[in-house]
């Protein structure tokens, strides 16, 4: 019985270090693509790493975590759903959320 339990933590912990690593490699990839992302590199890196934190906003919570007006919030909105990091969720025209889908899916595991 104890051999199954240690497995099976050896299994989850090594599940562990893989998704960390997916998520390690991620993080750098999209931080050296919106560094580039002129004149919104900035508050793009500030809501790219607010992400990881809360994976689910709002575009007046974009607002305030990247510093930057609501018509601003609403274009870092659009260039982060054209490039797959968010996905809207509500199919609303107003109060929409949005989840930061890729890095979410780094966590299910068939």
């Known amino acids: 019985m104890?051999?199954?339990?240690?497995d099976g933590l050896s299994e989850t912990?090594?599940?562990g270090v893989v998704t960390f690593n997916e998520i390690l490699q991620f993080k750098t990839v999209w931080e050296a693509e919106?560094?580039?992302w002129k004149p919104h590199s900035t508050p793009?890196?500030?809501?790219?790493r607010s992400l990881f934190i809360q994976p689910s906003i709002n575009a007046?919570?974009?607002a305030q975590v990247a510093q930057v007006s609501?018509?601003?919030s609403y274009k870092l909105?659009?260039?982060?759903v054209q490039r797959g990091l968010l996905r809207e969720i509500t199919g609303a025209k107003r109060g929409r959320l949005f989840l930061f889908d890729p890095y979410l899916k780094l966590f299910?595991?068939?």
Not at 2 to 6: K, S
Not at 77 to 80: C, M
């Open 70 to 72: 609501g018509p601003t």
């Open 13 to 15: 912990a090594s599940q």
């Open 34 to 36: 919106i560094s580039a």
């Open 44 to 48: 793009g890196l500030a809501l790219f």
């Open 60 to 62: 007046k919570q974009v």
């Open 77 to 80: 909105i659009e260039r982060f």
């Open 2 to 6: 104890a051999a199954l339990f240690l």
């Open 108 to 110: 299910q595991r068939p």
